[in-house]
């Protein structure tokens, strides 16, 4: 599972590694879109609570599955999601404001209407639980991420078999 803020690299990173074990990827935001729309629609005719509860049914969806799993960055501030992966490898993907700043500068994202202000805002909320839930971290910032997919790829082999997208469960 791979969680953290947004534009954080979660989407490319999980298709990344996902790659690189053979096995599925699956994006939260995506499911949510192939079922309901595109995510600043849904924010504007349904608002966030909705997004919210669609959002946790499609987390539901991926966690049965065996893959990498990105989740959306607010994904984790729903408890009932926050305790389903308390029992999973989770990594923790992050990045400085500086160098999100040039990736959401023209983003579509709805909760970041207010920039890198808005940005640092809702990290500041969520890093807590972000950091209560993850097993390792990795930063985005200047780093390669094929670099960063290798080594999330190679700690994911350490794990047990059970743990691992891919093995039996």
Known sequence: MLIGPPAAG????GKRVARILSVPFLDTDTLIEAEHGAIPEIF???GEPVFRRWEAEAVDSALAQRAVVALGGGAVMTPKTAEALRALPVVLLTISPEAV?????NAKRPLLTGG???????????????????????DTSRRPLSQIAEEIATWV?????????????
């Open 10 to 13: 979660k989407t490319r990173l």
């Open 44 to 46: 504007a005719e349904h």
């Open 101 to 105: 700043a040039a990736r959401i500068e």
């Open 116 to 138: 890198i202000d808005r940005w640092t805002e809702l990290v500041a909320t969520r890093m807590p639980v972000y950091e209560s839930l993850a097993t390792v971290r990795w």
């Open 157 to 169: 082999r350490t794990l047990p078999v059970h743990e691992s997208p891919g093995g039996p469960s």
